[in-house]
Nanobody, 122 residues
């Protein structure tokens, strides 16, 4: 069982930036595909960005151009940088991993962190 721990959430003003980190508890035979999702109250979990084991990245349309996702396999860590934060970005942000093929669907990811709250104020 892989455990994930997110950090870096908090309160930030609109227009600001945040750097979210996620660390996995163990290494497996396969490198992970990592992804970030978010969920606001009363809304479904929403894909933000992913980085595959080969390093290729993809961000959702609403985040493209203002997010960077990266990973460090040696440290078992993935990082999501979000710039130009908007009030609507307020949500709990979740990290997820899979040893398989990760897409934009939460169903692809068997391992999830507990989430970190991001609150964007005006």
């Amino acid at each position: 069982q892989v455990q994930l721990a997110e950090s870096g959430g908090g309160l930030v003003q609109a227009g600001g930036s945040l750097r979210l980190s996620c660390t996995a508890s163990k290494r497996t035979l396969s490198a992970y595909d990592w992804a970030w999702f978010r969920q606001a109250p009363g809304k479904e979990r929403e894909f933000v960005a992913r980085v595959r084991s080969d390093g290729t990245t993809y961000s959702a349309d609403s985040f493209r151009g203002r997010t960077t996702i990266s990973k460090d396999d040696a440290k078992l860590t993935a990082v999501l940088q979000i710039n130009s934060l908007k009030i609507d970005d307020s949500a709990v942000y979740y990290c997820a991993v899979t040893e398989g093929w990760g897409t934009q669907s939460p169903r692809d990811y068997p391992y999830w962190g507990q989430g970190t709250q991001v609150t964007v104020s005006s």
